[in-house]
């Protein structure tokens, strides 16, 4: 067998320990042969030389059977005695070199790497393939590593790509399994290098029937994630009538399950029922999945509020249930560079689950995109010398490790695609569309909830138009954008001149009546968003009226 021609995709580390009582550890391993395993590693850390020998043999005659490459971790010696197709090494085993002069030229060599330096040192050493990991927390085996998510995937690879191992193959270990094995192919890639497979333990070698375990994880690593749309696509003419789509989302009446902020509860449904969506408000484990199963439902993951002693594992819990089902989360990680308890967290709820779209400042944003700022409360902190071209690339950075959608909100919103066309691998640096809208007013920074309540409004969107998410996010935020400016216009006093300007009180009454009053209007209203280029090359924003020459929400296509 071609130590550079294996196939790496489905690759069972075994674990006898592991097996159900009752069942034996070479059918466990026949079973996951049959079912599509690609390459078998043999682990035996508790286990006579001579067993070990024999157990090899034994299982080596399995894979010569399958055409699969079996793999002897750690032990040299074994692996010489059954002429096992390679060894894998770990960080305190033989070095990758002295295996080499051991076993020949034309054995396969993997070594486990879970740092940029271990990468580096693979490439030095020549090996073949590389584990990376540990990605998730996992208790196959007592190890003092710190799971680094597809953040950690990401850094190896990119050491990887740009410092001579491009040709190295490789695969995620550690804690992937048949729920988050999609998120991790979609996620822990970069552009020109991609992950060739992933490592398992206990997904196959710990269960009651190992063959269906087995085609499980074959089918999800083939195929699409559900939270992708099967008809995912670009849709230009989607803005033809914003008014229209507004109808559309109170037509369809999506339900909004929300975990959200204890202090904009109220108003958030209340955004919720005004844009024609049913707001529910549930932080009850049971009815997580219930409610993920239901057509037409979208989830709101605010973590303003972290007081509940279990509310890492409940946010975990709810993003698995919707992830499994592929109904649309938000996810706006309020305050999530506020205190480094909150920064760890959010490290977590990332690597827990996948996002239709990140809504949060530009402070929030900076944190996601893993960048140092420091926060004050939940409040951008002093971040004034920062430019737009660099809130973009944060945006940027956020959406692609992400592959989702990032909202960054302020006096100005940016929105930035980072789903693309829901490929699990670009060759080359893919191009991310970035649009920037302009419009409300400043006084929804002066209101309880109308920030955290825009996630409620995306999510009622997205859940209306699946297929077209990027484009439902830029019509849920103009929406916004243009009922903020027409309230605020209407919030003064009653001749129309105020030496205060908009009153908060009469401003939220109005925001919620312009919400509702946006979708029941007549289409000759306008509202007509146009994407199509001006002469600069740029997208606009076609209202039918404006007062002073500017619009109350512009939209417009940015090349930053």
């Not at 390679?86 to 080499?100: A, C, S």
């Not at 584990?131 to 050491?159: A, N, Q, S």
């Not at 070698?205 to 089918?219: G, K, N, W």
């Not at 967290?345 to 809504?359: E, M, N």
Request: glycine share 8%.
């Amino acid at each position: 067998m071609n130590r550079t021609d294996f196939d790496l995709s489905i690759y069972l580390v075994t674990n006898a320990e592991m097996v159900p009582e009752g069942l034996s550890f070479l059918d466990q391993v026949r079973k996951a042969i049959d079912n599509g395993v690609t390459t078998i590693q043999l682990r035996e850390k508790n286990i006579e030389t001579r067993d070990f020998i024999e157990r090899a043999s034994q299982v080596h005659e399995l894979t010569k059977a399958a055409g699969i490459p079996l793999i002897i971790n750690d032990r040299v010696d074994v692996a010489l005695a059954v002429d096992a197709e390679g060894v894998h090494v770990g960080q305190t085993d033989i070095p990758v070199p002295l295996v080499r002069k051991l076993v020949g030229e034309d054995k396969i060599i993997g070594v486990s790497t879970g740092k940029v330096e271990e990468a580096r040192q693979a490439i030095k050493d020549g090996a073949d393939y590389v584990g990376i990991g540990i990605v998730y927390d996992t208790k196959t085996k007592d190890h003092k590593k710190i799971p680094f998510g597809t953040l950690g995937i990401r850094e190896i690879l990119t050491v990887l790509l740009n410092e001579g191992g491009a040709d190295i193959k490789t695969c995620a270990i550690g804690g992937v399994n048949q729920t988050n094995v999609q998120k991790v192919l979609y996620q822990g890639s970069i552009p020109g290098k991609k992950l060739d497979g992933v490592a398992i333990v206990s997904c196959i070698m710990a269960q009651e029937d190992a063959a269906e375990a087995t085609r499980v994880l074959v089918e999800k690593f083939h195929s699409h994630a559900p939270w992708l749309s099967d008809d995912h696509r670009a849709d230009n003419d989607f803005f033809n009538n914003v008014t229209e789509k507004a109808k559309k989302v109170a037509d369809t009446n999506p339900m909004i399950h929300h975990i959200t902020n204890a202090v904009v509860k109220n108003f958030s449904a209340n955004v919720t029922l005004a844009v024609g969506a049913s707001p529910i408000m549930s932080e009850s484990y049971q009815e997580f999945e219930e409610f993920a199963r239901l057509p037409t439902t979208g989830l709101v993951l605010n973590t303003g509020t972290q007081s509940a002693e279990n509310f890492v594992q409940m946010v975990m819990a709810a993003a698995k249930a919707y992830n499994a089902t592929g109904n649309p989360i938000v996810f706006d990680p309020v305050g999530c560079g506020a205190s480094e308890m909150r920064k760890h967290r959010t490290r977590l709820f990332l690597d827990a689950g996948y996002y239709t779209v990140i809504k949060g400042n530009v402070s929030e944003i900076l944190t996601v995109a893993g960048e140092a700022n420091q926060m004050r409360g939940v409040d951008t902190g002093d971040l004034s010398n920062l430019t737009e071209e660099a809130i973009v690339a944060a945006a940027k950075r956020a959406a692609l490790n992400n592959r989702c959608i990032v909202v960054v909100t302020g006096a100005v919103d940016y929105i930035v695609d980072g789903i693309l066309d829901g490929a699990n691998y670009y060759e080359s640096q893919p191009t991310q569309r970035v649009f920037k809208v302009q419009g409300g007013s400043s006084i929804m920074g002066d209101v309880t909830g109308t920030g955290c309540s825009l996630g409620s409004a995306i999510a009622a969107y997205i859940t209306t138009f699946p297929a077209t998410p990027l484009e439902a996010t830029i019509a849920a935020v103009h929406h916004y954008k243009y009922v903020g400016a027409v309230a605020a216009r209407r919030s003064t006093t009653p001749n129309g001149i105020s030496d205060f300007g908009p009153r908060p009180g009469s401003f939220m009454s109005n925001f919620l009546d312009d919400l509702y009053g946006f979708r029941i209007q007549e289409s000759k209203v306008g509202h007509k968003i146009m994407l199509g280029p001006n002469p600069d090359k740029t997208f606009y924003t076609k209202l039918e009226s404006s007062e002073n020459g500017r619009y109350p929400a512009e939209v417009e296509e940015i090349f930053i």
